[in-house]
């Protein structure tokens, strides 16, 4: 079957630095996405990984192996506004995403 | 620039009682239209998606129907509710390309009663 992990909840302190992991398990895989989506709202896209390596965006970055069926998402110099779910998706043969429960970010001060 | 725009943002609706949500994007052409429901903390499950006009795959079966009536316009239906579809909706787009991103309209909390 399909599936996608990632722990239901963490918690950070602003400024630091957090990492959000995901593993997943598809038939076929073409592609990680990772979204972000604050309480309330739509979920909104973060990044995509479809090579082996890190993607860097500003404060975040996005990493993928391929082989290990492992990505995650790095949040550098948390800010209050960074509390929120993120969600991890994977692309599986028929470009359809797979979504992962997500993950409830904690920042406290 | 591309928009979505899903109305109501918000719904109240009886056991029982008929749903038409409505989903419509804009500044863009033929592109992949999907619902999602996203139960309380919980993930998205995709309920349909259409590749063009009047074209509808089901994912899940239920008492839910989808329909395509244009091309920018992706609408969700039930002719009786039930509890259980209580829930946040979520069209979402993609452009035609298989390796494109989908972008998520606003959504529809949904509470029956």
């Known amino acids: 079957g399909q599936n996608i992990d990632q722990p239901t909840e963490m918690t950070a302190t602003e400024g630091a630095i957090v990492q959000i992991n995901c593993t997943y398990q598809t038939s076929g895989f073409n592609g990680l996405f990772w979204y972000q989506q604050h309480a309330g709202e739509a979920p909104t896209f973060l990044s995509y990984?479809?090579l082996d390596g890190l993607e860097e965006k500003g404060r975040f970055s996005s990493f993928l192996s391929r082989s290990k069926g492992y990505s995650y998402l790095l949040l550098k110099e948390l800010q209050m506004k960074d509390s929120a779910s993120y969600l991890c998706a994977a692309s599986d043969s028929n470009y359809q995403l797979i979504w992962g429960a997500g993950t409830k970010l904690i920042i406290k001060p | 620039s591309q928009t979505i725009h899903q109305w109501p943002a918000t719904l109240v609706q009886p056991v029982g009682s008929p749903l038409s949500l409505e989903c419509t994007v804009e500044g863009t052409s033929n592109p992949n239209l999907y619902w999602y429901r996203q139960a309380a903390g919980r993930g998205l499950q995709l309920l349909f998606y259409?590749?063009?006009?009047?074209?509808i795959s089901s994912e899940v079966p239920q008492n839910l129907s989808a329909s395509r009536p244009q091309d920018r316009q992706f609408i969700l239906s039930s002719k009786k509710l039930l509890l259980s579809d209580s829930g946040f909706y979520l069209c979402?787009?993609?452009?035609?390309?298989?390796?494109?991103?989908?972008?998520f309209g606003p959504g529809t909390r949904l509470l029956v009663l």
């Open positions: 990984n479809v």
């Open positions: 979402a787009w993609k452009g035609g390309g298989e390796w494109e991103t989908q972008y």
């Open positions: 259409s590749v063009g006009i009047g074209q």
